[in-house]
C-alpha cells in the first residue's frame, strides 16, 4: 500500500443516500433516473443529488472533510454536475473549500470550478494543497443563480502522496508488530492541536523535557476550564475505522490538580447514526494522577461502522486539568491482509468503512453469542422453534455477519427467540439494546419487542419494554431503546416478541449493554428571539393577498368585516393596544379539508422558542352544524398542530394553541384547514408571535402572595417574656397545604433513590396503571391488588394521599379483553363488580377517584349502554365511598390543541353529567403540555371556574431534548396552577427517566442526578415555602406572611426554648397564634 488514491468524499455517489452530505439553507435530495427529471440519466450510476429551493448563489451540497486532510498534500478535484429549472442555459458551479478556526472569520478558497448547462453532465475539476489544516474545513458545491436547481452526479477529491511517509511523519509510526499504522492524526502533538478539538473545553499544547523522551514525547496536551467529567479532547475518526476488525488503543495520561489525587480517565468513542440519539462505548481505562504519567490500554471492534465515530478522553471530576501524551489506535491485521481487503471491497468503501447504522461491543455485551457466531448456543425458543440460517444458503442476507436466527412455527404474539441472563444484570441498572431484525410471513410489517422478563425472589414478575421497532419483510432493521431495571432480579430473560402468530422473527445480532450517560445539552443560546413580533406577513391585508397562497385548488380572496381587535389570548400575551384591519381572506370553491389560505414562514422561526398562535376564524355556508378549524404547519412534510376549534357560520371565534421545533427544518409551511369540503373558511388577523415565558412571571408572584399567602401574628405571653424583650424566632413551614404529587409505579419503588425523591419532594400520589381495571383483573374474578396495596402502604408510611386512577376508561384498549366480549347485560354486570370489588377494598383510603377517564375523547362504554352509564357510574362509586371527592380527567383542555376538549365542550360535558344526576366533585386537567403558554392556560382555567368546582392538574408532564428548555415550560405550568384561585393541586406524570410513560420529560435521570428541570421544580418549592426568623418587637409579638400549611415555630432566650405547632389555612384577616413561653 505505497499509495494512497481512495477519495476522501465519504458516500461520493450518494449511493447511501445523503449520508455525510449536508444541505447549506436549502433543500437538497436524491434522485434516481426516473423520479425527477425523465431527461436526465446519471452519467456514473443510478442516483444522482438535486439542490434545490436556492435563493442565494452560495447556498448548495457541502461535507465535513476536516479529519481526512493532511498537510502540504496536493488534492485533485473532479464532479460531474449539470443545472435545471430555468430557461437559463448554462451556470457558473464551483468547488468550494470553507476554513474555519476559533476567533476568526472564515475564510473561503475555490478549489474547482466548469460552466454547467441544461444539456449534459460537464466535468469541473481542480486541484488543492493546505500548509496547515484549519479546525474545520468544509467542502461545498455552489455558484448558479437563485432559482436554479443544482445536480450533481458524483465527487472525488483524492491524493497521490506516498502513504507511508506521510503517516509516519505527521501520525507517528506504529508500535505493534504487523500492524498498519495509527489511524489518529497528529497523535504525539507535533502539529498543536491541529485534528482535535476540546469538547466543551480549552485546549493547548505544552513541552516536556523529560529525559525518557522514547516513551514520553516531549509535547503534550493539556485539557482545562472542565465543567464536567466528560469534558475533554476528541478527534474524529469516521473514515479510518473498518468493520470486524480489532484496534488496540494506547496513550499515556496524567492530571493536574489537588495532590495525591487519583481519578479514572478513559478513552470512549461517541457512534452517531442520522435520526438516532448517540451511543457511547468505552474502549480504555486506567486510574490517573498527578504525580505521574500512567498508561492507558485497551481494545474495540465494531461490527458496523456508524455515520461518524468520534474518539476522545474524558473522566476526571470537573476541576481536573487532563494531560494527554501520544494516543495511538492500531489495527491489528497485517499489511497484506489490509490490502487484500482494500481490493476486495474498494478503496472507497475501504475509506468509510463500510459506514452503516449500528455498532455493538460484543467483549461488554450481557447477552452471550450475540451474532451467533457460536451457532444457537445460549439460545432457545420461547415456545416456537429456532433455527440458524447461513448467509451462502439463505436469501435474507443479514447486513452483517454470516448467519443469523429464526423464530419459527409461531403461534401466540409472544412467542420468539430467548436467552436466560440470570445473574448477568443487577437492579438499578441503566441498559440499552440493539438487535437487527426482520420478518417473513404474509404480512408485509409488523411490530417486533425486546422484552426483559424479571422475577424477584418474592416470585413477583415484570415484563419490561426493552425497545421496539416495525420490522419489515423487505430489509433489516435496527431495534434499539434504552431501559432501567429497578428490583433486583433472581431470574432473567431477555426474548423477541410481537408479530403475529404465523409470522417468522428474523434476527442478525441481539445486544445488551450498560448505557452510556448521554451529557446534557446547554442552554440554547437565542439570539433576537422576537418575543411579541408577529411573524405571519400581511396579516391585516393592506397589500391584498401578498404573501399568502391557496393550498391546494381552492381560491382566496379579501373580504372585510371581521373584529378589529386581537383575539383574546393574543391580546393576553402582547397587549390590548393593537387593533386590526377587519379585512380577512375568505376561501371558497374547496374540495378537500386541507384546502386553505398558506404561507412559507421556513426562515422566520428559531429553535427552541415557543411560539403562540392566535387568529380569527369561522365557517361560511355549504355545511351543517359546527366545523372543526386547524392552524397547521408542515414541518419538511410531517404535520404539526397549532390550535384547534370548532367554528360557526354565526359568530367569530379565536383558535389559539402553540408549537416549538427543536430541530432545523427545510422547509415549514403555515396553512388554515378543517372544514368539510364545500364549507367556505374565514380567517382573520392571524398571529404567530415568540413567546417569553418569563413576561407573566412578576404578575402570577404577585397573585400567588395574594392568593396563598395569610398574615400571621405571633403573640408570646408568660411570666419569662418581661425578663426577656426581644426573644430570638425562628419560623419553618413543614407541609404546605397546595398538592405538589406525582405518578409511582410498583416496579420503581424497588429503587430506594427513587422513593427517598419521592417522599421528600411530593405530598400527594396516583398510580400509574396499578389500580386500572387490565391491571386488577386481567381475568374475569382474578384479581390482583398486591401491586397497589404496596404503593398504598408506602404513600400511607410517609402520609402521602392518594388520587385513584382509574376506575373506568373510555379508551377500549385500556378495557380489559375479557370484558370487550360482553354483551350489555354481562358488561352491566361487570361494571358493578368493578366498582364493588374496588371500592369494598380502598373506601375511605383515596382521597380522589378518577371514576371514568377521558369521556370526551372515547366512548367504549357508552356505545354499549347508552350515555346514561356515566352518571351510573359516579352515582354507584359515590354510594360505596361518600367520602371520596370524585374527578371527571380529560387532555388538551388548557392548551387549544383540540377541539373535542375545548374548556366549552368540558364545561359542557360535565354541567350535562351534573344534570344527570352524577355527583361530580372536582374537575381534571391531565396536563400533558407540549409547549406551554401561560395566556392560554390562564384563559382555560378562567373559563372553567364558571363551575365552582376544584380543579386539579392531574397528569402534567413537559417535554423537551433540551433540560433547560423543559425546566421553562414546567415552570409555565406550575406558576399558572398555582397562581389560579380555583386550583387545588398539580400531579406530575412521573419524575424519573425512563420510569415514566413520556420520554425526556423527567426530572431526575436514570442514574438518580438530579437534573436542570428537577433542580427548578425544587426552587420553585423552595419559594412557596416560608422560612424565616427574628426578633419579637416591643408589644413581645411576631409578624409575618407565611404559605398556607403547617408551621413549626421555635421562639427561645438565652436560657429557654419552646416550640409550637400550628396551621395557616385561608383566611382574609391575620392569623394569631398565641405561644406561652
Known amino acids: ?76 478535484v473532479s464532479a460531474l454536475v449539470r443545472i435545471w429549472g430555468s430557461t437559463q442555459k448554462t451556470a457558473n458551479v464551483l468547488a468550494t473549500l470553507k476554513l474555519a478556526d476559533p476567533n476568526s472569520a472564515p475564510t473561503f478558497l475555490t478549489i474547482g470550478r466548469t460552466t454547467a448547462s441544461k444539456e449534459r453532465w460537464e466535468k469541473l475539476e481542480g486541484t488543492f494543497s493546505l500548509k496547515s489544516i484549519p479546525n474545520q474545513v468544509i467542502f461545498y458545491m455552489e455558484g448558479p443563480l437563485p432559482g436554479i436547481d443544482l445536480l450533481i452526479d458524483r465527487v472525488h477529491v483524492f491524493s497521490a502522496t506516498k502513504a ?47 529525559e525518557d523522551s522514547k516513551v514520553e514525547p516531549n509535547l503534550y496536551a493539556v485539557v482545562s ?81 456508524p455515520g461518524k465515530t468520534v474518539c476522545y478522553l474524558e473522566g476526571p471530576p470537573a476541576g481536573f486539568n487532563l494531560l494527554i501524551k501520544s494516543v495511538e489506535i492500531f489495527p491489528a491485521l497485517t499489511n497484506s491482509l489490509l490490502t487484500s481487503m482494500q481490493d476486495c471491497m474498494g478503496s472507497d468503501r475501504f475509506l468509510k468503512g463500510e459506514i452503516n447504522n449500528r455498532f455493538n461491543n460484543e467483549h461488554c455485551s450481557i447477552i452471550q453469542n450475540p451474532l451467533f457466531d457460536d451457532g444457537l448456543n445460549h439460545w432457545t425458543g420461547r415456545s416456537c422453534k429456532i433455527v440458524l440460517r447461513d448467509v451462502a444458503k439463505d436469501e435474507h442476507l443479514p447486513s452483517g455477519g454470516k448467519h443469523y436466527a429464526s423464530a419459527t412455527e409461531r403461534t401466540q404474539t409472544w412467542n420468539g427467540i430467548q436467552q436466560d441472563i440470570s445473574g448477568r444484570v443487577e437492579s438499578k441498572s441503566v441498559l440499552e439494546v440493539s438487535a437487527y431484525v426482520r420478518i417473513t410471513g404474509s404480512v408485509q410489517s409488523a411490530e417486533v419487542r425486546a422484552t426483559l422478563w424479571v422475577q424477584t425472589a418474592d416470585l413477583r414478575e415484570q415484563y419490561i419494554t426493552m425497545g421496539k421497532v416495525q420490522a419489515s419483510v423487505k430489509e433489516w432493521v435496527q431495534l434499539q431503546g434504552r431501559f432501567l431495571l429497578n428490583p433486583e432480579p433472581a431470574k432473567a430473560v431477555a426474548f423477541l ?86 379585512r380577512y381572506i375568505l376561501v371558497t370553491n374547496r374540495s378537500q379539508n386541507w384546502q386553505g389560505p398558506a404561507q412559507i414562514i421556513t426562515e422566520k422561526l428559531k429553535l427552541f422558542i415557543t411560539y403562540q398562535v392566535s387568529a380569527w376564524v369561522r365557517v361560511g355556508s355549504g355545511g351543517t352544524g359546527s366545523q372543526n378549524v386547524n392552524v397547521a404547519l408542515s414541518v419538511d412534510n410531517q404535520w404539526v398542530t397549532g390550535g384547534e376549534m370548532e367554528a360557526d357560520v354565526h359568530e367569530w371565534r379565536e383558535v389559539a394553541g402553540s408549537f416549538r421545533l427543536e430541530k432545523k427544518p427545510s422547509n415549514v409551511m403555515l396553512y388554515v384547514q378543517g372544514p368539510s369540503p364545500g364549507v367556505d373558511l374565514m380567517v382573520a388577523g392571524l398571529q404567530i408571535f415568540a413567546v417569553d415565558g418569563k413576561a407573566r412571571f412578576e404578575h402570577l408572584k404577585k397573585q400567588t402572595q395574594k392568593l396563598r399567602m395569610r398574615d400571621v401574628i405571633l403573640k408570646i405571653s408568660g411570666q419569662e417574656v418581661k425578663k426577656c424583650p426581644g426573644l430570638c424566632v425562628k419560623v419553618k413551614q413543614t407541609s404546605n397545604s397546595f398538592a405538589l404529587g406525582t405518578c409511582i409505579n410498583r416496579s420503581s419503588i424497588d429503587n430506594e433513590d427513587y422513593v427517598a425523591f419521592f417522599v421528600k419532594n411530593f405530598n400527594w400520589a396516583v398510580f400509574e396503571n396499578e389500580m386500572k381495571w387490565p391491571w ?61 370489588s374496588l371500592l369494598s377494598r380502598y373506601s375511605g383510603r383515596f382521597q380522589h377517584f378518577d371514576v371514568n377517564n377521558e369521556m370526551l375523547h372515547n366512548s367504549f362504554y357508552q356505545d354499549r349502554l347508552g350515555k346514561q352509564i356515566w352518571a351510573s357510574m359516579f352515582k354507584m362509586v359515590h354510594e360505596l365511598d361518600p367520602s371520596a371527592t370524585l374527578f371527571v380527567n380529560e387532555y388538551h383542555v388548557e392548551d387549544g390543541r383540540d377541539a373535542r376538549s375545548s374548556p366549552e365542550k368540558y364545561i359542557d360535558h360535565i354541567v350535562y353529567l351534573q344534570t344527570q344526576g352524577a355527583p361530580v366533585g372536582g374537575i381534571g386537567i391531565q396536563g400533558h403540555s407540549s409547549y406551554p403558554v401561560g395566556s392560554i392556560i390562564s384563559s382555560a382555567l378562567n373559563k372553567l371556574s364558571v363551575l365552582g368546582l376544584p380543579i386539579w392538574f392531574t397528569e402534567v408532564d413537559v417535554h423537551s431534548v433540551n433540560e433547560f428548555v423543559r425546566a421553562d415550560d414546567l415552570e409555565v405550568v406550575l406558576r399558572e396552577a398555582f397562581a389560579h384561585p380555583d386550583v387545588e393541586g398539580v400531579l406530575h406524570w412521573g419524575f424519573w427517566e425512563l420510569a415514566m410513560a413520556t420520554q425526556q420529560a423527567h426530572l431526575v435521570d436514570a442514574d438518580g442526578t438530579i437534573n436542570e428541570t428537577g433542580k427548578r421544580f425544587r426552587a420553585l418549592k423552595k419559594e412557596w415555602t416560608t422560612k424565616l426568623e427574628g426578633f419579637t418587637d416591643h408589644q413581645n409579638q411576631f409578624q409575618f406572611r407565611g404559605f398556607y400549611g403547617a408551621y413549626e415555630v421555635e421562639v427561645s432566650s438565652l436560657s429557654k426554648k419552646v416550640k409550637h405547632k400550628f396551621v395557616v389555612d385561608k383566611g382574609d384577616t391575620p392569623l394569631v397564634i398565641e405561644i406561652c413561653f
Request: glycine share 8%.
Open 164 to 210: 507511508k511517509e506521510l503517516l509516519q511523519d505527521e501520525a507517528g509510526k506504529r508500535r505493534m508488530p504487523g500492524a498498519v499504522e495509527n489511524i489518529i492524526v497528529n497523535p504525539k502533538f507535533n502539529m498543536g492541536l491541529h485534528g482535535w478539538f476540546a469538547n466543551s473545553c480549552n485546549g493547548s499544547i505544552y513541552s516536556d523535557y523529560s
Open 776 to 836: 386488577t383483573e386481567p381475568q374475569k374474578g382474578q384479581h390482583n391488588y398486591r401491586d397497589a396495596d404496596d404503593l398504598t402502604d408506602l404513600c400511607k408510611c410517609h402520609g402521602i394521599q392518594i388520587r385513584g386512577h382509574c376506575i373506568f376508561w373510555e379508551d377500549q384498549y385500556a378495557v380489559p379483553q375479557w370484558v370487550r366480549t360482553l354483551n350489555k347485560e354481562q358488561l352491566q354486570a361487570a361494571i358493578k363488580d368493578r366498582i364493588v
Open 1 to 76: 500500500m505505497d499509495t494512497v488514491e481512495a477519495n476522501i468524499i465519504i458516500n461520493h455517489d450518494f449511493s447511501d443516500g445523503l449520508l455525510s452530505w449536508h444541505a447549506n439553507s436549502c433543500k437538497v435530495f436524491v434522485s434516481d433516473n426516473l423520479s425527477y427529471a425523465k431527461e436526465i440519466k446519471a452519467e456514473s450510476g443510478s442516483q444522482y443529488a438535486v439542490v434545490s429551493n436556492r435563493t442565494e448563489c452560495w447556498q448548495g451540497l457541502e461535507q465535513d472533510i476536516t479529519p481526512r486532510l493532511l498537510p502540504h498534500v496536493t488534492y485533485n
Open 225 to 305: 476550564n472542565r465543567r464536567d467529567s466528560w469534558q475533554g479532547l476528541e478527534q474524529d475518526i469516521t473514515g479510518r475505522i473498518m468493520p470486524n476488525v480489532q484496534y488496540h488503543v494506547l496513550a499515556y495520561v496524567r492530571l493536574e490538580g489537588p495532590p495525591q489525587s487519583a481519578h479514572s480517565v478513559q478513552a470512549t468513542l461517541k457512534l452517531e447514526n442520522k435520526d438516532a440519539s448517540p451511543k457511547f462505548l468505552s474502549i480504555a481505562r486506567v486510574k490517573a494522577s498527578v504525580e505521574k504519567w500512567e498508561k492507558l490500554e485497551g481494545t474495540f471492534s465494531l461490527k458496523i461502522i
Open 497 to 582: 416478541e410481537g408479530p403475529p402468530a404465523g409470522i417468522d422473527i428474523l434476527v442478525d445480532s441481539f445486544f445488551i449493554n450498560p448505557a452510556k450517560k448521554i451529557p446534557p445539552s446547554p442552554r440554547p443560546i437565542i439570539q433576537n428571539p422576537g418575543y411579541g413580533l408577529n411573524i405571519v406577513e400581511n396579516i391585516n391585508l393592506f397589500d391584498d393577498l401578498k404573501g399568502w397562497f391557496p393550498l391546494g385548488p381552492c381560491s382566496l380572496k379579501v373580504a372585510t368585516g371581521s373584529p378589529n381587535i386581537l383575539p383574546p389570548a393574543a391580546g393576553e400575551s402582547l397587549g390590548w393596544q393593537q387593533s386590526l384591519s377587519g
